[in-house]
């Protein structure tokens, strides 16, 4: 069942960390692009952390395909929004 939840979450979750990518990017630190690197690849990290993490979540319990597919491109997507907001421009 969460496969084919995961079919139609996946093109989406990656509109999504282009979203993320392109705002860190733009960003303008004193510390230079390292930081922003490292604070992208975090993102990515935490991103399918949390993605596996429901995964595992629905495979144990009665938790709902359709939640634990679609929840870390909600959360992740409000962090996009909020980044796209406050990126220079």
Same mark, same amino acid.
């Given at each position: 069942?969460?496969?084919?939840?995961?079919?139609?979450?996946?093109?989406?979750?990656?509109?999504?960390?282009?979203?993320?990518?392109?705002?860190?990017?733009?960003?303008?630190?004193?510390?230079?692009? +390292?930081?922003?690197?490292?604070?992208?690849?975090?993102?990515?990290?935490?991103?399918?952390?949390?993605?596996?993490?429901? +995964?595992?979540?629905?495979?144990?319990?009665?938790?709902?395909?359709?939640?634990?597919?679609?929840?870390?491109?909600?959360?992740?997507?409000?962090?996009?929004?909020?980044?796209?907001?406050?990126?220079?421009?």
């Amino acid at each position: 069942m969460l496969v084919r939840h995961k079919r139609w979450s996946i093109p989406v979750s990656s509109f999504i960390l282009t979203l993320i990518a392109v705002a860190v990017s733009s960003f303008k630190r004193r510390g230079g692009m +390292g930081v922003n690197l490292a604070f992208g690849i975090s993102l990515g990290f935490l991103f399918i952390f949390f993605d596996k993490i429901f +995964g595992v979540m629905v495979n144990k319990s009665s938790f709902s395909p359709f939640l634990a597919a679609w929840l870390p491109l909600i959360l992740f997507g409000f962090l996009a929004f909020f980044l796209l907001r406050h990126a220079k421009r």
